[in-house]
């Protein structure tokens, strides 16, 4: 199928050039480009995984054209994911996205390699493209027990790609040698940057093989643009795809200041709604208690508030945000940023593609 040209950031090669790869149905160095969306994982009030929200919200980010979509993350609430929801996810995404020219990835995180390399397994046998995939996090690793552990999982699931999340609340450093280290595996494609290390995003950009994708669009889309990033992993593409878009569109024109003036409001918005305005950082008068509450409660709480996608509550350990508070951040957002709030019907708005 021909994909409709949405919100591509650079649609070009790195700095570096990337090595051939064998043509493979699965996720490739030269394919892991664009806009990747990262949405929570829905869940029903009973906290039962919620199979047509989750439909929903896939069906969404494939009609604005979005390059990948990963699933079972950290937004996606993967530690507390069963091994049967786990199934059933890989299951739901081969049957809404097969077919779609979007990229599809589901998160393969463990504590131990077996636990890795079996969730691996199951997105592999289901046909899904990729995984986003960590290794055991729980002590850190030296640069051989690192290189062991993704030699082995490269070689026990050698027909998916693997994505590396990379992700600064863990810690384990990856350097561009690392990188070049791993790049004789041509199933592992790159890395997810979850840092605010700009400098180090773009040190590997110009110096290893492999691609990397920063996950922090909040501040750097307009400037990863202009700098010829591969792509983007964004969370909140799901909460405002309007203003990606629109500002997406803008950069492909090279038009980088209008670009700065349509994303700058979308960057103050995350911002202070994450963590507060100055510092120390000051929770608005009319959201009293929104600081009590952790990531994956914000995060549904905010989706459900802007109304693009579905979210539901999290699981535990996570404490859902209470009604009345949700209700106050909802005002809160349409009384001060209406720009922000997408359209009603804004997917199923732009025009089909096939």
């Not at 790195?14 to 869940?43: D, Q």
């Not at 097969?98 to 131990?112: E, Y």
């Not at 795809?241 to 038009?255: A, D, Q, S, V, Y």
Request: net charge neutral; charged share 20%; with cysteine.
């Amino acid at each position: 199928m021909r994909r409709r040209d949405f919100v591509t950031v650079a649609g070009v090669a790195p700095a570096v050039s990337v090595s051939a790869a064998p043509e493979t149905t699965w996720l490739t160095r030269e394919r892991y480009r664009g806009v990747y969306a990262y949405p929570p994982t829905p869940f029903a009030k009973d906290l039962s995984l919620d199979e047509d929200a989750f439909r929903s919200n896939l069906r969404k980010l494939i009609r604005i054209g979005v390059s990948g979509i990963v699933v079972g993350g950290s937004t996606g609430e993967f530690y507390t994911l069963t091994s049967a929801d786990f199934k059933r996810i890989a299951r739901l995404m081969r049957e809404e996205m097969h077919g779609t020219g979007v990229v599809s990835v589901l998160g393969a995180t463990g504590l131990n390699n077996h636990e890795v390399i079996e969730k691996i397994s199951v997105a592999e046998e289901a046909g899904l493209d990729a995984v986003l995939a960590m290794q055991p996090f729980y002590t850190t690793l030296t640069n051989r027990e690192l290189l062991a552990f993704w030699d082995q999982v490269a070689h026990a699931c050698p027909r998916i790609g693997i994505i590396i999340y990379h992700f600064e609340r863990v810690r384990q450093a990856y350097t561009a040698e690392i990188f070049r280290k791993l790049a004789v595996h041509p199933n592992i494609v790159g890395s997810k940057e979850a840092h605010f290390n700009f400098n180090e995003w773009l040190s590997l950009q110009t110096t290893s093989p492999l691609v990397h994708m920063s996950a922090t669009d909040a501040g750097w889309m307009v400037e990863m643009h202009r700098l010829k990033a591969p792509g983007v992993g964004s969370v909140h593409l799901t909460l405002m795809p309007h203003i990606i878009r629109n500002t997406l569109l803008l950069c492909k024109e090279g038009k980088y200041v209008e670009a700065d003036r349509v994303f700058t409001p979308f960057a103050d918005v995350v911002g202070h709604l994450a963590g507060g305005k100055g510092r120390p950082f000051l929770t608005p008068a009319e959201l009293d208690g929104w600081g009590g509450y952790g990531g994956a409660a914000k995060g549904k709480a905010l989706a459900e508030a802007f109304g693009f996608l579905q979210a539901g509550p999290p699981r535990p350990p996570g404490l859902a945000v209470p009604y009345d508070l949700q209700q106050r951040l909802r005002d809160y957002i349409h009384l001060r940023y209406p720009d922000m709030i997408p359209p009603p019907g804004f997917a199923e708005k732009l025009p089909s593609w096939s």
